[in-house]
């Protein structure tokens, strides 16, 4: 699978920006997916991640309760809603693709196949 992400951008702080995540070449209800973020000189962290239908999500505490993570497969397509952002919230941002559909949602940036390119998030005060 492909994935191509998109949405990035310059916003003020406490304002919103909604990341897309676009599959090709396979169908993205084969996989979990999860968005990863990436900040100038630290280490790719989890963000977000949902299961292969959407009934199952999990976020990392420094976003839960601003952001929301939703896919729609009709559209092979996964998305990143971000309210409230933070200055700490500035990153390159990565959605990625699971093999593992069953069991508890992985967190770990080895344990995703497949990762799109990055969109670039930058947060000002």
């Known amino acids: 699978v492909q994935l191509q992400a998109s949405g990035g951008g310059l916003v003020q702080a406490g304002g919103s920006l909604r990341l897309s995540c676009a599959g090709s070449?396979?169908?993205?209800?084969?996989?979990?997916m999860g968005w990863f973020r990436q900040a100038p000189g630290k280490e790719r962290e989890f963000v977000a991640a949902i299961s292969w239908g959407g009934a199952r999500t999990s976020y990392v505490d420094s976003v839960k309760g601003r952001f929301t993570i939703s896919r729609d497969n009709s559209k092979n397509t996964m998305y990143l809603q971000m309210n409230s952002l933070k200055l700490e919230d500035t990153a390159n941002y990565y959605c990625?693709?699971?093999?593992?559909?069953?069991?508890?949602?992985?967190?770990?940036?080895?344990?995703?196949?497949?990762w799109g390119q990055g969109t670039e998030v930058t947060v000002s005060s």
């Open positions: 070449g396979r169908a993205l209800r084969d996989y979990t």
């Open positions: 990625a693709a699971d093999q593992q559909v069953s069991g508890a949602l992985r967190v770990g940036v080895r344990e995703y196949e497949y």
